[in-house]
Each structure stands twice: as C-alpha cells, then as structure tokens.
C-alpha cells in the first residue's frame, strides 16, 4: 500500500502525462481499495461472531483487537480515496491539455 501510494503521490507532483500509467496506477488503487472493503467486511462480521458468542475476557481482547484494525483498515481506506481522486482530477487534467 505504501508504495502504491508513493507512486501515486509521484505521479501528480511531477506532473506525469502518461495516461496509461495513470489509468494503470488508478486501477491498482481501485482494485486496492476494493481490497481494503471487503477486509473491513470480514473484520466486521467477526466482530459479529464475537459478541454473538457471548461475554468472556478472551472475546473482548478479541473485540478489542478486531476493533484496532478496523479502525486503521478504515484509515488507509479513506487515505487512498483521498490520493486516487487527486490522480483523478490530475488524470482529467492532462485529458484537457491535449
């Protein structure tokens, strides 16, 4: 992820012009976008299975745990949205100067 956001922060600060690299490069971060959802799904829905099972110190050290990478998982995500709709609009950009 970090090197995908490297590149991407790359691409618009030296202003690249290569569409094919900025479709291929906003692909990859869709795809890992897409990624970072469904782990947010299934740290959810064993957040879900862990309070069905009841109540006991090993389910809310779990809890816990589950509940600390959710949170970061929904940090990166909001993170890489942030950086691809600033490709985007870069990407738009360059589609206008040409």
Do not use: C
């Amino acid at each position: 992820m970090a090197e995908l956001l490297a590149r991407i922060n790359t691409m618009i600060e030296s202003e690249s012009r290569d569409l094919v690299q900025i479709e291929r490069t906003l692909t990859d971060g869709y795809a890992a976008a897409l990624s970072l959802e469904a782990e947010g799904w299934r740290i959810e829905r064993r957040m879900a299975e862990v309070v069905a099972d009841g109540y006991t110190t090993k389910q809310a050290e779990e809890l816990a745990s589950l509940s600390k990478r959710l949170s970061g998982n929904k940090g990166r995500l909001v993170s890489l949205r942030a950086v691809l709709a600033d490709l985007r609009r870069h990407m738009d950009r360059v589609r206008t100067h040409r």
